[in-house]
Every structure is written in C-alpha cells, then in structure tokens.
C-alpha cells in the first residue's frame, strides 16, 4: 500500500528522545523553551508558546484574545473538526463564511458580507491543505472593523505569501505536530504571536493557570508539551524546508502526469494548472508559497462515471491509499444543531465537499511510488 502520510522520523529524532529519557525531565523544560524560540525565529514572530495540540493551540488562543460566551467567531465550512470546537470550548458561537470560487480556502468576500450585518469579534482563517488563505484582504477587514484574526496553520508548517510564512500575519497563529503533519512531534502544537500578554496568558493558562506553583491566578488547563516532544520537533524544523520541497518535487510530478486525466477537475484550484506548465518547480514553491499537505485532487463524478466514495475503495483495494476526508461542509455536522448551522448552505462549499481526496505525496516517497500511483489512476475505468 502506497501510504498517503506517515510520521518521517530518522535516526536524530530517536538520538534527542533518548537523551531527554536518560536525563529524568520530561516536562516543560529546557527543551521545550528551546523550540519554541527555534519556531518563533523560523514563523517570523517574537513569541511561540509549545502546548500539547493544535485544537489546544486554538483553544488557548481564543481566550488569551479575551473571546467568550456571545461572541461570534467566522469559520471556513471546510476543515478539520477542531477548527470550530475550539470555538465551542469558549461558549462562542461559529459563523460559516464559503470558501473562494476559486480555491478550497475562505473567501475574504464571504467575510465582508458578513461583518457588514453582524457583530463579530474573530475570524479564523484556515490554510487548507497547506495552501494559504488570502491573507492581505482578510487583515485589511480586520484593521477596519478591529476584529482579531487566528490563523489555523495546523496544515501548514513552513506556506508562505510572498515569502512572509503563515501563522504571523494574524493576532495569532496555531499550529499541530500530528503524526500525519508535515512535521511532527507525535502529538502537540504551538501558538505563534507578536503579542506579549498573549504569550504570557497562553504559557499561564497551559500549566493550570498556575503563575508560579502556589498561586493559580486564573481557570486553566494541562495543556503543556513534554520535553521529548520538544527534542523531536526541534530535529524534525531543521528539516522541514527539504520536507517540504520534497512534497512540492511530488506534487509536481503526479500534475503533471495526471494532466490528461479529464475526470480531474482542477477549477477550484488555479495552482494546478501553473504547477504542470513550469520547468522549475523550486522556483514556483518560491513564489506561490503553498506546502501541500495532501497532493488535492477534485474528482468530476459526471467525466468519471462513478461517486467519488467508489473511487476511493477502487484505488484502495489496488494499493493506493488516498485520504477522503470532509465529506460534508461542517455546518452539517450533528453537534452544531443546536447553533442554528444545519440549515445553512454555503453554494461552493457545497460544491466540493464530498468529492475531493488527497493523493499520496510523502517527502520520502520514490519515482517508481510515483510511477505506481499515476498508472493506477489513470487505469481507473
């Protein structure tokens, strides 16, 4: 089975563990501060605040930004469930804005109409797919109307627009080192911010909102990161660009193969087409800044001849494994109907969800995997 994603750990990863294992501290320490100021200098921002996952990154980031009970907080119709379960935790209430025409990410136009009629206190762009979202219109609304800004970089370790990496352009960025992320640490995340009473609010309220260890001076949470998550993702920033590049060398070459495949539709995804007419892939993930994730296909069911669902178990049972996740918009999701969300319908949300899937394009993966999964894809009859 050609995997889709799977944790890409050597030797040094295994060496820094062990040696946090001989040395008896295992929380919060040295090594934890040391990686927070590594990813703080690698995202560009004065502060980064390691917790022990993403949604707790977000969770974290809400209430240091002071959001609660009657506030409002935009959200993408598409993305991982945490997105807006973080905003439940803080009694908040999620608005959907749809996602671009374009593109799989929010539409900044979605976001202006929704300002305009209603009193919101955050949005929480979401760079999907390790794509970024449209940042520069997105912060021109929040300057306008003073509404904080979260970006959700848990897919998207080292994007950038215009050289300048996601999760610094917000009030805050979150990030999770999920096994399956383009780095990892097993478990764990980090909140990237300019903000120093942010950072101090989030480090007090990961540790029990303890402000030294006999005064709790605010409701908290054990959310902290261990050293040997520490001394992982320590090793696994230093090699996250080749990572990346590596991904985007796949990318690049399963395009450009399944350019003649009429039942991918790549209309929803204007990269597609830039990335199979270069010649130089390193200077396009330069320019265009995206990290993928996946390698994101959108299946056109009607040139197929079958439901994407079908597809999927297809190319599973010939040995390539592809992720088919977000189904649904997650306005849809059962949880949310006592929101008032259910009854929502975003049209390009709609459009999408359910049937697109995400090829394999692990950094270590060879020419022959490549070759494997672009000939089973393109037998698929």
């Known amino acids: 089975m050609i995997k889709v994603s799977k944790p890409m ?116 762009p979401v760079h999907f797919m390790g794509i970024p979202a449209d940042m520069k219109p997105i912060m021109e609304i929040s300057e306008v109307r003073d509404i904080y ?11 950038s627009i215009e050289s300048r990496k ?43 909102g303890m402000l030294d260890r006999n005064n709790h001076v605010m409701l908290g949470y054990n959310y902290r990161m261990t050293e040997m998550e520490a001394a992982m993702g320590l090793i696994q920033l230093k090699k996250l660009d ?48 995206s990290v993928f994730y996946w390698c994101p296909v959108l299946v056109n069911e009607k040139e197929l001849g079958m439901k994407t669902e079908k597809l999927v178990k297809l190319l599973r049972e010939k040995g390539v494994e592809v992720r088919y996740r977000y189904k649904k918009p997650l306005y849809k999701q059962p949880v949310l109907r006592g929101y008032g969300c259910n009854k929502l319908y975003l049209p390009n949300a709609e459009k999408v969800a359910g049937r697109y899937i995400g090829l394999p394009n692990r950094s270590e993966m060879s020419k022959e995997d490549l070759d494997f999964v672009i000939k089973t894809i393109k037998e698929v009859k």
Not at 74 to 84: G, Q, R
Not at 149 to 159: L, M, N, P, R
């Open 9 to 124: 750990v050597g030797q040094e990863e295994i060496d820094a563990v062990a040696e946090v294992l001989r040395s008896g501290n295992y929380v919060s320490g040295k090594k934890v501060e040391e990686f927070e100021k590594a990813f703080a200098e690698y995202i560009g921002t004065d502060y980064a605040v390691a917790v022990n996952s993403g949604t707790s990154a977000l969770h974290l980031s809400l209430l240091s930004l002071g959001i609660g009970k009657g506030d409002k907080v935009i959200v993408p119709p598409l993305s991982f469930f945490a997105t807006i379960e973080a905003v439940l935790y803080t009694g908040a209430t999620p608005v959907f804005a749809d996602i671009a025409p374009d593109s799989f990410n929010i539409d900044p136009e979605a976001i202006k109409m929704i300002v305009k009629k209603e009193d919101i206190q955050a949005i929480i």
């Open 149 to 159: 800004v979260i970006e959700d970089s848990a897919q998207a370790h080292g994007a």
């Open 242 to 289: 080749e990572m990346n590049a590596k991904r985007w060398r796949n990318t690049t070459y399963l395009y450009g193969k399944l350019n003649d495949v009429v039942w991918i539709d790549t209309s929803y995804f204007p990269c597609f087409k830039a990335v199979v007419e270069t010649t130089d892939f390193y200077k396009f993930y330069q320019k265009e800044g």
């Open 166 to 208: 996601v999760g610094s352009f917000g009030d805050v960025g979150c990030f999770s080192f999920y096994s399956t992320k383009n780095m990892t640490t097993g478990e764990g995340g980090m909140i990237t911010t300019d903000d120093p009473s942010i950072a101090h609010l989030s480090k007090i309220m990961r540790s029990h």
